[in-house]
């Protein structure tokens, strides 16, 4: 389960990526000051659903591997098998898993950028 604990590292440079041009985005077509934690609030949500999509499957190979490893003779082996199942056997669990990660997510983008603006006042 080493090899894909690092592709690990993946999802959260795409999480960033994806949030700060959703940031953007979302300031732009909106451009109200007001709303800004909110928009922070669902970039964060957002950015972090569209990480996990991308990087989902490595997450369930790492576990089969951990969990099974006498089951499969290695990397490609578990990927292999996994494959036969479909798209069911990589994104298995996605959803228990999303509804665990949006909502914190998203509060943890809002207090960052709430921070951040109080740093810089202070700054």
Same mark, same amino acid.
């Given at each position: 389960?080493?090899? @894909?604990? +690092? *592709?690990?590292?993946?999802?959260?440079?795409? $999480?960033?990526?994806?949030?700060?041009?959703?940031?953007? +985005? *979302?300031?732009?077509?909106?451009?109200? @000051?007001?709303?800004?934690? %909110?928009? !922070?609030?669902? =970039?964060?949500?957002?950015?972090? =659903? &569209?990480?996990?999509?991308?990087?989902?499957?490595?997450?369930?190979?790492?576990?089969?591997?951990?969990? !099974?490893?006498?089951?499969?003779? #290695?990397? &490609?082996?578990? &990927?292999?098998?996994?494959?036969?199942?479909? +798209?069911?056997?990589?994104?298995?669990?996605?959803?228990?898993? /999303?509804?665990? $990660? /949006? =909502?914190?997510? #998203?509060?943890? *983008? %809002?207090?960052? !950028?709430?921070?951040?603006? +109080?740093? =810089?006042?202070?700054?």
């Amino acid at each position: 389960g080493v090899v @894909p604990s +690092l *592709f690990g590292v993946s999802e959260g440079a795409i $999480q960033l990526v994806v949030y700060e041009n959703l940031v953007r +985005l *979302f300031s732009t077509m909106i451009g109200d @000051p007001s709303l800004a934690s %909110a928009i !922070h609030f669902v =970039a964060g949500s957002m950015s972090r =659903a &569209i990480s996990t999509l991308l990087t989902y499957p490595y997450q369930v190979i790492r576990s089969r591997l951990m969990a !099974h490893s006498s089951s499969y003779k #290695g990397l &490609i082996d578990c &990927i292999q098998k996994t494959k036969e199942e479909g +798209l069911s056997g990589f994104y298995g669990g996605l959803v228990p898993n /999303l509804t665990r $990660q /949006l =909502a914190p997510a #998203g509060v943890f *983008f %809002a207090v960052y !950028h709430i921070v951040k603006q +109080l740093l =810089a006042s202070y700054l």
